[in-house]
């Protein structure tokens, strides 16, 4: 057991000893791997923030109901009582044709707007918030909605949520792709300075090999300088997606004062961070491993 | 201690490096190899230390079959097989304590263990003055002797030299075949490969006789 933690820290120190051997190329690599780590990073921040955007838009789930124009009083109280028989609406309000027309002239500037018309060209309508934004639900609610008595249009803002959330999922789907190709190309950078380590140490394994090492022994430290390697690169990459939103913040900020928003640009989460350092390292252990076994089987082939 | 019966080796492309090959080295004993170059004398060597397997026949060292060995057990045989190479393989990136320190460390030593055995090593070969010189800065004889010191640091029961003197003069050829000598004694079993028969020393021992790859009675 012992002897088992001495090889590890071994191991580990070797792997801060290679790094620091060789200063230049460790550190071209950390920008390497840094750099092609942050795109999926800040993609996936993106994506984050533009979700937290979408949940913040208030008018996002709305739908605005219509009614005809020889829809009397009688009819709105009807549709008031139809209303309160259909499931997943969360709030509903009443705007009557005068007070559309006031708001109207009023966001228009005009103040006799309703005394320059000869008669009030617009309806009487519901403004109805649904209880949820799932865009199938909303698709039902406003076909129910429709065959009420008196409804002239029914327009929903189930198209817009649906394109949003297509354009989410389409987001996160690249995102997937990038992590996906990046780790591929990760694999293959860790996997390359690694082989170029084992050609500079050969002599070492060789020996070690000829006076009882295992494969083990052999493979560790090219495993932990993977490991530490693809570690320190998303420590890079971190720094890289903290730079560059701070960078942004002040025209996120004053941009989301012109909408009076209360958005605030958010950064990588500590756990956000952690799955980063970890996806990272453990992408170079993985290219660390393919390029040792490879190396180790040629030894065996070639004594 | 070691037992071969009717080992063969042939190399791809039909090299035949050893042929029909019995023979039975004893615990305790020391044992020439001799042969003229490519009599298959380090074939012999490494096919004792599982660097190479055997095409035919078996051979056993402390009672292992080399050729059924997995390859995980190999390096378990080998850290009780003290292996010396004409060329000493010693790794010239570090000083010559830590050369001597590499077989410890494989096998686990603390480091206070380590140190203490590295230099009770450094001194049989009369090299303890040298410890922090670099392997570059030894004479021939003196890297044979490191390469000497790193393979018994572990107290290994068999030694394995392959040419041990081969790349010396006779006086610092002499000066090593006196110390396997006292390994002998010291009831290590020693197998010694060489061409040059003047290195044999003088007396019973025993020599195994190669010529292209058979053995000679």
Not at chain 2, 121 to 145: I, M, N, W
Not at chain 2, 164 to 193: C, H, R, W
Request: positive net charge; aromatic residues 6%; proline residues 4%.
């Amino acid at each position: 057991m012992k002897a088992w933690l001495t090889h590890h820290r071994q191991a580990l120190i070797s792997s801060f000893a290679q790094l620091l051997k060789t200063p230049f190329a460790s550190l071209f690599t950390l920008l390497a791997i840094g750099v092609s780590l942050s795109l999926p990073a800040g993609l996936y921040l993106l994506l984050q923030n533009m979700t937290q955007i979408v949940g913040a838009l208030p008018a996002q789930t709305e739908i605005t109901v219509f009614m005809q124009n020889d829809a009397g009083a009688g009819d709105i109280s009807a549709f008031k009582s139809r209303l309160a028989h259909i499931a997943g609406i969360r709030d509903s309000r009443f705007v009557s044709r005068n007070t559309a027309l006031a708001a109207l002239s009023l966001q228009m500037g005009i103040p006799d707007l309703a005394s320059e018309l000869p008669e009030n060209p617009l309806p009487d309508a519901w403004v109805i918030v649904p209880s949820t934004a799932e865009p199938a639900t909303l698709k039902q609610l406003a076909a129910s909605l429709r065959t009420l008595p008196k409804v002239a249009l029914v327009q929903s803002d189930e198209q817009w949520a649906q394109r949003l959330q297509a354009l989410l999922a389409l987001g996160r789907y690249m995102f997937t792709l990038l992590a996906c190709i990046l780790a591929v190309a990760l694999i293959s950078i860790s996997g390359n300075t690694i082989r170029l380590q084992i050609l500079t140490r050969f002599d070492e394994i060789e020996v070690s090999r000829l006076i009882g090492a295992t494969s083990g022994y052999i493979r560790r430290p090219f495993l932990y300088f993977g490991a530490l390697q693809g570690m320190l690169g998303g420590l890079v990459a971190w720094l890289a997606v903290t730079i560059a939103t701070m960078q942004l913040e002040p025209y996120i900020h004053s941009l989301t004062q012109l909408y009076a928003s209360p958005f605030r640009l958010r950064t990588l989460s500590i756990e956000e961070i952690m799955i980063l350092l970890l996806g990272a390292s453990a992408i170079g252990w993985v290219g660390a491993y393919l390029a040792v076994g490879r190396t180790l089987a040629q030894i065996e082939k070639s004594p | 201690m070691i037992t071969l019966a009717h080992v063969s080796k042939r190399y791809p492309g039909g090299y035949e490096a050893l042929k029909d090959v019995s023979l039975d080295i004893a615990n305790g004993e020391m044992v020439f190899v001799t042969g003229h170059s490519g009599a298959g004398k380090s074939t012999l060597i490494k096919l004792i230390a599982a660097i190479e397997r055997p095409t035919g026949g078996t051979i056993t060292v402390n009672r292992q079959a080399i050729g059924k060995l997995r390859r995980g057990a190999v390096p378990y045989l080998r850290r009780n097989i003290g292996l010396i190479f004409q060329d000493h393989k010693l790794l010239f990136d570090r000083n010559v304590i830590q050369n001597v320190l590499l077989p410890l460390h494989i096998a686990g030593f603390n480091r206070h263990d380590a140190a203490a055995r590295a230099r009770a090593a450094l001194d049989k070969v009369g090299l303890l003055q040298r410890e922090k010189a670099h392997p570059v800065t030894l004479s021939g004889g003196e890297q044979q002797r490191l390469c000497i010191a790193r393979a018994i640091v572990s107290r290994p029961s068999l030694l394995l030299a392959d040419e041990p003197t081969g790349n010396l003069d006779s006086e610092y050829a002499s000066e090593i075949m006196v110390m396997f000598k006292a390994f002998n004694q010291a009831g290590t079993t020693v197998v010694i490969s060489t061409h040059d028969h003047s290195a044999i020393a003088a007396g019973n021992t025993r020599i195994i006789r190669l010529d292209h790859g058979s053995l000679q009675t």
